[in-house]
């Protein structure tokens, strides 16, 4: 499958802990995009990346995240000391630039307890 | 306000209805305009672009308003199978999401 791929699928943590995810864009897409999902709500942008620099950071990602792209290939998103509030879809993008269309992943759904 | 503006539904209709969802946007700033089809519990995927001329795939019609900041998705003889929420999306080089519009189709 050549599509875009994220890891895990599910993680269920406790309040305070600190989550890491992982996704692989499709192979030659430059850009890639990290969104997160509330029940009932649409995706929100996060963040994004052109290979490995990150050009824009939404207000919705605070202190407690950070998101790499070091090889301009996969991404990771941490969350530090995780809260309630976090529990979400966290959804991955990848597109060419100057290509509107984005391909998502499957998405990591988060539970915090 | 949010920038992208939808009723969330649901619409409920039966198998070869034809059936129409709007969305308004208030970020003139989108270079281009969407809709994705969303099945439960899984990632979006897009439905097709939306042209200021009015585009068509089969039984799926979108149109663009810029003037009127306004976009609808026509869907006619409705299946089982088009059941999903229905998420306009504006284009900034980010995507810009409504919150869906979730239609079912009854038999």
């Known amino acids: 499958d050549t599509g875009v791929s994220q890891d895990p699928r599910h993680k269920i943590t406790k309040r305070g802990q600190n989550v890491t995810f992982r996704c692989d864009p499709i192979?030659?897409?430059?850009?890639l995009y990290w969104y997160r999902q509330t029940l009932g709500q649409g995706p929100e942008f996060l963040t994004y990346?052109?290979?490995?620099?990150?050009?824009?950071k939404s207000r919705l990602l605070s202190d407690r995240f950070s998101a790499e792209r070091p090889k301009g290939s996969f991404s990771t998103l941490e969350i530090q000391r995780t809260e309630q509030g976090d529990s979400a879809m966290y959804l991955c993008?990848?597109?060419?630039?100057?290509?509107?269309?984005?391909?998502f992943g499957p998405g990591t759904r988060l539970t915090v307890l | 306000r949010k920038e992208v503006e939808q009723d969330p539904g649901p619409f409920n209709v039966p198998e070869g209805a034809t059936v129409a969802f709007n969305c308004t946007y208030s970020?003139?700033?989108?270079?281009?305009f969407f809709w994705y089809r969303q099945d439960c519990r899984k990632e979006p995927k897009l439905l097709m672009s939306?042209?200021?001329s009015g585009n068509e795939d089969g039984r799926f019609t979108a149109q663009l308003n810029r003037a009127s900041q306004y976009i609808s998705l026509l869907i006619r003889d409705s299946k089982l199978s088009d059941s999903a929420t229905y998420l306009c999306?504006?284009?900034?080089?980010?995507?810009?999401f409504g919150t869906g519009t979730r239609l079912q189709v009854f038999p």
């Open positions: 990346f052109q290979n490995e620099a990150q050009l824009e």
């Open positions: 999306v504006g284009n900034t080089d980010k995507l810009i």
């Open positions: 192979s030659e897409h430059n850009r």
């Open positions: 993008a990848s597109s060419l630039a100057g290509e509107a269309e984005q391909f």
């Open positions: 939306v042209y200021s």
């Open positions: 970020n003139s700033a989108s270079q281009s």
